[in-house]
């Protein structure tokens, strides 16, 4: 056991204002399991490259172990799995790898097949492997499940469970759950950590939340009595000070004296309300400072004419001269939130392509409703780029509801000077998102909407969904996202 000491950490990107981290002071034990959970754009990515001596930063991070980062780059991806391995740690023991592919449900077998034919989630998998062939080091690695089925989530994440000594990025509630024993997280104003995992954390910044809630709502009757009353002293201290210069009813002189000294006193209390005002002011200014704004957001759909907006029986899908999916039969009827899964490579994507109304070559009875609009949010975010008005004006949507959304999503409004390119994964998702909530639409289709979309966010579309009960079809391996939202299940 060691530790990773981080103080008076303070760091902005160049050129930029405004500081990602200021003053952040904390420690890490190298055997702890830590999910790192914030916002997007806080900083997590940022905060992993800077303990692996990426960037200039004020402050110190010392710490007696070296850090390795995943995922890690494959430059050649035509060479064999095995060389890929051997790439990224030469002095890798073979008996070792295999025990860890074991651990991971991976055949022998692939390690002779070049990188590139490997599935997405094949591929995590043997990075994972390699990354734990390495000792002495403390692990960094970041959002490994945006590439892995449900089942394979389950899979790597008690792989994971069994390990320590690392920092793990996922928006995944499940997935944390399962293998974290503290929680890193990046709000709004510091850097905290809590032992437990996602739920424990997560029930304990509800309770700080609402207790911050109640103080604030206490301290602002205080402000709103006290500064009645400064006024009501203030008043009186004028009208006793004017009074000075007056008489009597029984017409005799005032004692100008008595009526200063009575004027000055009423004006010390007065100040002296200001005061306990001013304190709690200052008091109110120290909450709320991590509360984060989880605002509603909003789904319009148009209504549609028949009950029934698509129809698929025993469809079979051909793509790349092959089956990938076979004998599907499911409707899609108005209010049907539906989850569709299957192991990555078993045809989801060529199903909505279908749908969606793509030339896709097919057997089977397939019907679209007439005149039926659809908003589809793809998986591929790479070729977003430009900025949010141009963005708006190409896809026909109103900028004044798409920034809005935005808004509601944690986007800070100096993003919105930004080209979309720059913006994090998590962000970029966002545009997409926000993009087909603004789009008229009978049935919305969304292709793995979450990927590095952040904890919070997550919740507020839950919400949405749950609330607005719009017709969607969506593929998402965010095991409680999926047992929240959906209605049916196809399952292929």
């Given at each position: 056991?060691?530790?990773i000491?981080v103080?008076?950490?303070?760091?902005?990107h160049?050129?930029?204002?405004?500081?990602?981290?200021e003053n952040v002071?904390?420690?890490?034990?190298?055997?702890?399991?830590?999910?790192?959970?914030?916002?997007n754009?806080?900083?997590?990515?940022?905060f992993?490259?800077?303990l692996?001596?990426?960037?200039?930063?004020?402050?110190t991070?010392?710490?007696?172990?070296?850090?390795?980062?995943?995922p890690f780059?494959v430059?050649?991806?035509e060479?064999n799995?095995?060389?890929?391995v051997?790439?990224?740690?030469?002095?890798?023991?073979?008996?070792?790898?295999?025990?860890?592919?074991s651990?991971l449900?991976v055949?022998?077998?692939?390690?002779y097949?070049p990188?590139e034919?490997l599935?997405?989630?094949?591929?995590t998998?043997?990075?994972l492997?390699?990354?734990?062939?390495k000792?002495?080091?403390f692990?960094?690695?970041?959002?490994?499940?945006?590439?892995?089925d449900?089942e394979?989530?389950?899979l790597?994440?008690?792989?994971?469970?069994a390990k320590?000594?690392?920092?793990?990025v996922?928006?995944?509630?499940?997935?944390l759950?399962?293998c974290?024993?503290?929680?890193?997280s990046?709000?709004?104003?510091n850097i905290d950590?809590q032992?437990?995992?996602?739920?424990d954390?997560w029930?304990?910044?509800?309770?700080?939340?609402?207790?911050?809630?109640?103080?604030?709502?206490?301290?602002?009757?205080?402000?709103?009595?006290?500064?009645?009353?400064?006024?009501?002293?203030?008043?009186?201290?004028?009208?006793?000070?004017?009074?000075?210069?007056g008489?009597r009813?029984?017409?005799?002189?005032?004692?100008?004296?008595?009526?200063?000294h009575?004027?000055?006193?009423?004006?010390k209390?007065?100040?002296?309300?200001?005061?306990?005002?001013?304190t709690?002011?200052?008091?109110?200014?120290r909450?709320?400072?991590?509360?984060?704004?989880?605002d509603?957001?909003?789904?319009a759909?148009l209504p549609?004419?028949?009950q029934?907006?698509?129809?698929l029986?025993?469809?079979?899908i051909?793509?790349?001269?092959?089956t990938?999916?076979?004998?599907?039969s499911f409707t899609?009827?108005?209010?049907?939130?539906?989850?569709?899964?299957?192991?990555?490579?078993s045809?989801?994507?060529?199903?909505?392509?279908l749908?969606?109304?793509?030339?896709?070559?097919?057997?089977?009875?397939?019907?679209?409703?007439?005149?039926?609009k659809?908003?589809?949010?793809s998986?591929?975010t790479?070729h977003?780029?430009?900025?949010?008005?141009d963005?708006?004006?190409q896809h026909?949507?109103?900028?004044?509801?798409?920034?809005?959304?935005?808004?509601?999503l944690?986007?800070?409004?100096?993003?919105?000077?930004?080209?979309?390119?720059?913006?994090?994964?998590?962000?970029?998702?966002?545009?997409?998102l926000?993009?087909?909530?603004?789009?008229?639409?009978?049935?919305h289709i969304?292709?793995?909407?979450l990927?590095?979309?952040?904890?919070?966010?997550?919740?507020?579309i839950?919400?949405?969904?749950l609330?607005h009960e719009?017709?969607?079809?969506f593929v998402?391996?965010?095991r409680?996202?999926?047992?929240?939202i959906a209605?049916?299940h196809v399952?292929?």
């Open positions: 056991m060691s530790l000491n103080r008076n950490l303070s760091f902005a160049e050129g930029s204002y405004d500081s990602i981290f002071s904390f420690q890490i034990d190298t055997d702890w399991k830590l999910g790192f959970t914030g916002r754009g806080r900083g997590k990515t940022t992993l490259n800077l692996l001596g990426k960037y200039e930063y004020d402050g991070i010392s710490a007696n172990v070296g850090f390795e980062y995943f780059p430059a050649d991806t060479q799995t095995i060389d890929v051997g790439d990224i740690y030469p002095d890798y023991q073979h008996w070792e790898l295999m025990r860890e592919l651990l449900n055949e022998e077998d692939v390690l097949r990188f034919s599935s997405n989630g094949e591929q998998k043997v990075l492997a390699a990354l734990f062939l000792e002495n080091r692990l960094l690695i970041d959002e490994p499940t945006n590439h892995l449900m394979a989530r389950q790597v994440s008690e792989y994971l469970r320590s000594g690392y920092i793990l996922s928006h995944d509630r499940s997935f759950d399962n974290v024993d503290h929680i890193l990046i709000n709004r104003t950590i032992r437990g995992n996602f739920s954390w029930a304990n910044k509800e309770r700080q939340d609402n207790y911050e809630l109640a103080e604030n709502d206490k301290l602002k009757k205080d402000i709103k009595r006290l500064s009645e009353a400064a006024q009501r002293t203030s008043r009186w201290s004028d009208e006793v000070e004017k009074s000075k210069n008489t009813n029984s017409g005799s002189k005032i004692d100008k004296g008595y009526v200063g009575k004027a000055a006193k009423m004006m209390r007065s100040k002296s309300i200001e005061q306990r005002q001013q709690a002011i200052d008091e109110k200014s909450l709320l400072k991590n509360i984060e704004q989880g509603s957001l909003k789904i759909q549609y004419h028949k029934q907006l698509v129809e029986d025993r469809v079979s051909d793509y790349g001269g092959r990938v999916c076979q004998d599907i899609i009827e108005k209010g049907d939130r539906i989850a569709l899964s299957g192991k990555n490579g045809g989801k994507s060529s199903l909505i392509k749908i969606c109304g793509e030339p896709i070559s097919y057997t089977g009875t397939f019907r679209v409703g007439s005149q039926l659809i908003s589809y949010v998986q591929d790479s977003l780029h430009g900025d949010l008005k963005f708006a004006r026909g949507i109103d900028e004044s509801l798409f920034k809005a959304i935005l808004r509601k944690d986007f800070a409004r100096v993003q919105f000077e930004k080209d979309i390119a720059s913006f994090s994964g998590g962000q970029k998702k966002k545009v997409l926000a993009k087909s909530l603004c789009e008229p639409a009978h049935l969304w292709d793995e909407p990927n590095f979309i952040d904890v919070i966010s997550r919740m507020q839950e919400e949405l969904l609330e719009p017709t969607i079809l998402e391996h965010d409680e996202f999926c047992a929240n209605t049916k399952r292929l």
